[in-house]
């Protein structure tokens, strides 16, 4: 097996099991507040004054939020585009939802690392392999 192939498979197999969705998996229940988004590629921008911005592809600012948890939030839920998100307003319910999904995240980075390293004793190319295989899932995971 070659990288090639060790991508094809891994993503093949990770949408096999159905990736689990931000936020709709990693609920909580309490108060929301609801964030109309352009349903296009959003990335985290420059913090002004103790605010983030998220940006379009295009760099244009799409919305301020009053922290990086927030932001982390937003790009996770993006995964999928929505036009409409559901954000909790209690800051620990939002750490606690992000903190899980980076936990899957993490968890999902481990075994195709493993099994890079079965597969490929003494490459240290999977940080791009793994990469690679996110960006086609559009999968990301912020620091």
Request: aromatic fraction near 12%; charged fraction near 30%.
């Amino acid at each position: 097996m070659d990288e090639k192939s060790f991508i094809s498979f891994w993503i093949k197999t990770l949408n096999t099991e159905s990736i689990k969705n931000f936020p709709t998996e990693f609920t909580a229940t309490g108060k929301c507040q609801n964030y109309n988004l352009p349903g296009k590629g959003l990335l985290i921008g420059k913090e002004f004054f103790g605010e983030y911005e998220l940006l379009n592809a295009e760099g244009s600012e799409v919305l301020r939020v009053e922290s990086y948890e927030k932001a982390k939030f937003f790009i996770y839920a993006n995964r999928i585009k929505p036009k409409l998100l559901s954000v909790p307003t209690d800051n620990s319910t939002l750490r606690d939802m992000t903190t899980k999904y980076e936990k899957y995240l993490d968890s999902i980075i481990k075994r195709i690392d493993q099994d890079y390293r079965r597969l490929f004793p003494g490459s240290k190319n999977s940080n791009e392999v793994i990469n690679k295989i996110f960006n086609h899932l559009n999968l990301i995971r912020l620091k």
